[in-house]
């Protein structure tokens, strides 16, 4: 049974930054950040395979950076400039059914294994 769980959300003005953690990252799985905010479709932030290789929504990229640590199963999401429109239930994903994740895609329909959200808000 994989757990995963989220920490480091909150509350900041605009333009503030926050770390996203996400334990029980395995490295052979595909990991995801997604995000939910209210009355929207949960959508893709950003992805990492096992190697390392990210990929990006277009609305985060230049200001969140997404990386995993393989020795302590975390998964992080830096995010730097937020702006109000980043507030959001942000939840990190694994998909499982892999020995070597080489292509981490941003669709959530691909990922078995969802953590719990933490609440990012931003003010203005």
């Known amino acids: 049974q994989v757990q995963l769980v989220e920490s480091g959300g909150g509350s900041v003005q605009a333009g503030g930054s926050l770390r996203l953690s996400c334990a029980g990252a395995?490295?052979?799985?595909?990991m995801g950040w997604f995000r939910q905010a209210p009355g929207k479709e949960r959508e893709g932030v950003a992805s990492?395979?096992?190697?390392?290789?990210?990929g990006y929504a277009d609305s985060v990229k230049g200001r969140f950076t997404i990386s995993r640590d393989n020795a302590k199963n975390t998964l992080y999401l830096q995010m730097n400039n937020l702006k109000p429109e980043d507030t959001a239930m942000y939840y990190c994903?694994?998909?499982?059914?892999?020995?070597?994740?080489?292509?981490?895609?941003?669709?959530?329909?691909?990922?078995?294994?969802w953590g719990q959200g933490t609440q990012v808000t931003v003010s203005s």
């Open positions: 990492i395979n096992s190697g390392g290789g990210t």
């Open positions: 395995a490295y052979t799985y595909c």
């Open positions: 994903a694994a998909d499982t059914e892999t020995t070597w994740c080489y292509l981490a895609p941003l669709r959530p329909t691909e990922y078995n294994y």
